[in-house]
């Protein structure tokens, strides 16, 4: 519980406090309070249409199924205070802060299930519970644009180049002042391998706390590009001469809470715990079904000549092919990279599988597959539609994650977006509707 007074004491800073809830898409919904109304919305939580985490890349309506729907009406969202922090980049003579929420059933104030941020909560909870603690980080990748032509900021491959970084650096540092006095942490940026590609790498944090950052900086970027003349965009291939793609690989460790990071074990000869290498097995066994969380769009799918992005379940120690990418040079520095998720994939829902898929590889202590590309690996699934059919078979990963954030999940995606290309024959007119609909 907290102290509304405290919280009462911090918000009278501001004019305004955004009530954000993060939909099944990734997209940040919400609305801004007048300070003198917010303690209401506090209390009681805020009325919000109930389908508005399952609402399409443009907001297309998608019909759910559920007991407590009822005529279009309202669910409740309700703010978390602990993540209460200004947003500097709100107009100037203007004070605004922002809190995250989830959203509840009105009838009996039980959570919406599919809510991506309550999900995330559900698995670490279920660390938690076995006294373990999860660790993780971003390397969160955008492209910028210039907003009226939306060419790319610069038009060729100069990767990690500081005079590059430099030319840009007048909005890239812009970013990062913001983002300090607002609480989110980025370890550094570079300049990617593309047009206008860049990368934001944040500082790893405990619990949720990782995935809010990686949320709030999303949605940062998105909205400070708006103020410079820019567009920011994590839609992974623009065009089709964009070969490497935007991806946000999750990196995280787990650890117990006598601060020991239990992926690591000095005397292993790969340094790698038992339990790691269950980890690593759960992660390979699910990665089919995963593939639709981490690559959740038609666009996602669109590129498979780029040779650092995943084709098939595998796993490698410093390997940048593998699926998962294996650190482990000490206890401190001893982690896996998630390779596979891209750059509109859902922090949250990223996390939440992520955790299902490892601790199903831990409970069932399955044996881990030798690194490496192999022969009779299972390819990952090409397409969004296979990747949701995979997703729908995997029983034991539906079953950590709940029914209700799969069937939402799932129905959103083939109703809002996949049902958009029946009938479309030419790849101009499909990049047209990737556009519209990601960019």
Request: with cysteine.
């Amino acid at each position: 519980m907290y102290n509304f007074e405290e919280v009462e004491q911090e918000i009278a800073k501001y004019d305004y406090v955004r009530f954000s809830i993060c939909d099944l898409n990734g997209s940040s919904r919400g609305q801004a309070i007048a300070r003198r109304h917010v303690r209401t919305y506090l209390e009681k939580g805020l009325d919000m249409f109930q389908g508005v985490l399952a609402l399409g890349p443009q907001s297309e309506f998608v019909g759910i199924e559920h007991e407590e729907n009822f005529n279009f009406g309202n669910v409740l969202i309700v703010p978390d205070p602990a993540t209460l922090r200004s947003i500097p980049w709100a107009p100037e003579g203007v004070k605004v802060a922002e809190m995250l929420c989830e959203s509840r059933w009105k009838k009996d104030n039980s959570p919406q299930e599919a809510c991506p941020r309550y999900s995330a909560r559900k698995q670490l909870q279920r660390l938690d519970d076995l006294g373990l603690s999860f660790y993780s980080g971003n390397e969160i990748e955008f492209q910028l644009l210039e907003k009226n032509t939306l060419e790319p900021v610069f038009n060729y491959n100069s990767y990690l180049s500081q005079r590059l970084l430099n030319k840009n650096s007048e909005v890239i540092f812009h970013f990062d002042k913001n983002f300090q006095e607002s609480d989110i942490d980025v370890e550094r940026f570079h300049v990617e391998l593309g047009p206008g590609f860049f990368e934001a790498v944040t500082k790893p944090k405990y619990g949720i706390e990782s995935a809010d950052e990686a949320f709030n900086l999303q949605e940062g970027l998105l909205e400070m590009a708006d103020q410079k003349g820019l567009r920011a965009t994590f839609m992974s291939y623009l065009s089709s001469k964009d070969k490497m793609g935007i991806a946000t690989h999750f990196n995280f460790s787990l650890w117990n809470k006598s601060g020991e990071n239990v992926f690591y074990e000095a005397g292993a000869p790969d340094k790698l715990s038992v339990i790691a290498k269950q980890w690593i097995a759960g992660i390979l066994k699910h990665s089919k079904a995963l593939s639709a969380f981490t690559n959740p769009t038609i666009n996602c799918y669109r590129n498979f000549i780029n040779p650092f992005k995943p084709m098939t379940a595998n796993w490698g120690i410093e390997d940048r092919q593998s699926c998962l990418r294996i650190k482990n040079e000490d206890p401190y520095k001893t982690y896996i990279e998630n390779r596979l998720p891209r750059g509109k994939s859902n922090i949250y829902l990223v996390m939440a599988s992520t955790i299902a898929a490892g601790l199903d590889g831990v409970e069932k202590k399955m044996e881990c597959p030798v690194p490496g590309k192999q022969d009779d690996a299972e390819s990952l699934p090409c397409s969004l539609a296979e990747a949701l059919r995979e997703l729908e078979r995997d029983e034991d990963l539906c079953n950590a994650l709940g029914k209700e954030l799969v069937t939402w999940f799932v129905k959103s995606k083939r109703d809002a977006e996949i049902a958009k290309y029946e009938g479309i024959e030419t790849d101009e007119e499909r990049f047209a509707v990737e556009k519209e609909d990601y960019l």
